[in-house]
């Protein structure tokens, strides 16, 4: 039992921890049929079966059961010795982000974040590729929409309020909903929610396309904020605009506003993440007002 190889340990926690050979094979950036050879000679040197097989469905037998508990501790005591010698041990975040969430809202705050965490550092990539978490590239992702890959902790940030948004001097001539008939409507072609289900939450027929067409949030944003015309946006990813001025919601409290979970913070589904994601996580809680997730 000593020189069970820590290869094939690693294939099981990953397999038992996504329920799935081929997330396990993706997360580990090898194939599905090595994932199974490497589970078939654990078994074997064990002589214990860990799966119940039924096809391509497998789960875990009680004997994988008791064997998961042992082996995500041992990874995660593991992997916490390695940060507590290592140069990336507990200041060092490399995290993808959504592009207009990481313009609109998370780089106006990072010098906030450092300041309350000394010395802590971040890599940010805001590329439109979403990050699989293959090969260890990143350690957390902020994704706009919820993430279909398994094996990944996902936990929401937050309901957002969508409204239609402008320059103060547009704004005059927006009364009620049906003024906008009246002005151009920039579309943000990306987005969750778009233009046609405003107009019909607010009991109107939506109108013919006009107006700029973006494919970013913050590019819908600036080109509102320059007078193109009206704006279907987060207040979140909007808020500087709207402190400052530059963006009004011409019909607050008169229109029916659009509400939905937009961004969720995700990374690797293990027992405990890495001291850098905890740190993150708990400080992004703070700044949108939620609570510190029982993960962490």
């Given at each position: 039992m000593n020189?069970?190889?820590?290869?094939?340990?690693?294939?099981f926690?990953?397999?038992a921890?996504t329920?799935?050979?081929?997330?396990?094979?993706?997360?580990?950036?090898?194939?599905?049929?090595?994932?199974?050879?490497?589970?078939?000679?654990?078994?074997?040197?064990?002589?214990?079966?860990?799966?119940?097989?039924?096809g391509?469905?497998?789960?875990?037998n009680?004997?994988?059961?008791?064997l998961?508990?042992?082996?995500?501790?041992?990874?995660d005591e593991?992997?916490?010795?390695?940060?507590?010698?290592?140069?990336?041990?507990?200041?060092?975040l490399?995290?993808?982000?959504?592009?207009?969430?990481a313009?609109?809202?998370?780089?106006?705050?990072?010098?906030?974040?450092?300041?309350?965490?000394p010395?802590?550092d971040?890599?940010l990539?805001?590329?439109t590729?979403?990050?699989?978490?293959?090969?260890?590239?990143?350690?957390?992702?902020i994704?706009?929409?919820?993430?279909?890959?398994?094996?990944?902790?996902?936990?929401?940030?937050?309901?957002?309020?969508v409204?239609?948004?402008?320059?103060?001097?547009?704004?005059a001539?927006?009364?009620?909903?049906?003024?906008?008939?009246?002005?151009?409507?920039?579309?943000?072609e990306?987005?969750?929610?778009?233009?046609?289900?405003?107009?019909?939450?607010?009991?109107?027929?939506?109108?013919?396309?006009?107006?700029?067409?973006?494919?970013?949030?913050?590019?819908?944003?600036?080109?509102?904020?320059?007078g193109l015309?009206?704006?279907?946006?987060?207040?979140r990813?909007a808020?500087?605009?709207?402190?400052?001025?530059?963006?009004v919601?011409?019909?607050?409290?008169?229109?029916?506003?659009?509400?939905?979970m937009g961004?969720?913070?995700?990374?690797p589904?293990?027992?405990?993440?890495?001291?850098?994601?905890?740190?993150?996580?708990?400080?992004?809680?703070?700044?949108?007002?939620?609570?510190p997730?029982a993960?962490?």
């Amino acid at each position: 039992m000593n020189n069970l190889p820590l290869g094939a340990l690693r294939a099981f926690e990953a397999a038992a921890r996504t329920g799935s050979f081929r997330a396990a094979s993706e997360e580990l950036g090898i194939s599905p049929s090595a994932v199974s050879h490497a589970i078939r000679k654990l078994e074997d040197l064990m002589g214990v079966a860990l799966f119940e097989r039924e096809g391509r469905v497998v789960r875990l037998n009680p004997a994988g059961e008791a064997l998961q508990l042992c082996v995500s501790n041992g990874f995660d005591e593991l992997r916490h010795g390695i940060e507590q010698v290592s140069g990336r041990a507990s200041n060092h975040l490399r995290l993808h982000c959504a592009p207009s969430m990481a313009a609109q809202w998370l780089m106006p705050r990072l010098r906030r974040l450092i300041a309350e965490h000394p010395g802590f550092d971040i890599r940010l990539s805001a590329s439109t590729d979403y990050p699989r978490f293959l090969n260890d590239e990143f350690d957390a992702d902020i994704c706009y929409g919820p993430p279909r890959q398994e094996g990944l902790t996902v936990i929401p940030l937050g309901e957002e309020v969508v409204c239609p948004l402008c320059a103060p001097e547009m704004a005059a001539g927006i009364r009620i909903p049906a003024d906008l008939y009246d002005h151009p409507l920039i579309e943000s072609e990306h987005k969750r929610l778009r233009w046609n289900a405003w107009f019909l939450a607010n009991g109107l027929a939506p109108p013919s396309p006009r107006g700029s067409r973006f494919d970013r949030s913050f590019m819908a944003i600036a080109a509102a904020v320059d007078g193109l015309g009206v704006t279907l946006e987060s207040t979140r990813l909007a808020e500087r605009e709207i402190a400052d001025g530059r963006l009004v919601a011409p019909l607050d409290g008169v229109a029916h506003d659009l509400r939905y979970m937009g961004h969720f913070l995700v990374f690797p589904a293990k027992s405990k993440p890495r001291k850098a994601v905890r740190i993150f996580a708990d400080w992004l809680a703070r700044e949108l007002g939620l609570k510190p997730s029982a993960v962490l």
